[in-house]
């Protein structure tokens, strides 16, 4: 069974940048980690859970919701079975909870279909 653990969260000031790492374990010899597609989706305080990002199996397709374009970036690194989300100029309202999630294609990350991690806090805050 798939298992994504999130790390590089915490604790930063409006105008910073934090990069959160999502590490999988556990795919099968069937479909291996560079069959997946991944997303990265966040749901602040009172807020809906909503989807920012998503990276195709090649890392040559990624996608941005209109809030975080040309601030975040989405990669991943096949070799260490990791995903990577770097957010640049970090604003009050990026305060959220971040999850990580896959899919068999971009469709389902979108979709929310597959598996999610367990998510990790982000703060920004003065």
């Known amino acids: 069974q798939l298992q994504l653990v999130e790390s590089g969260g915490g604790l930063v000031q409006p105008g910073g940048s934090l990069r959160l790492s999502c590490v999988v374990s556990g795919f099968t010899l069937e479909e291996g980690f560079d069959l997946y597609s991944f997303g990265w989706f966040r749901q602040a305080p009172g807020k809906e859970h909503e989807g920012i990002s998503c990276i195709s199996s090649s890392g040559a397709v990624t996608n941005y919701v209109d809030s975080v374009a040309g601030r975040f970036t989405i990669s991943r690194d096949n070799a260490k079975n990791t995903v990577y989300l770097q957010m640049n100029s970090l604003k009050p309202e990026d305060t959220a909870v971040y999850y990580c999630?896959?899919?068999?294609?971009?469709?389902?990350?979108?979709?929310?279909?597959?598996?999610w991690g367990q998510g990790i806090q982000v703060t920004v805050s003065s």
């Open positions: 999630h896959t899919g068999s294609t971009r469709t389902e990350v979108v979709n929310g279909v597959g598996t």
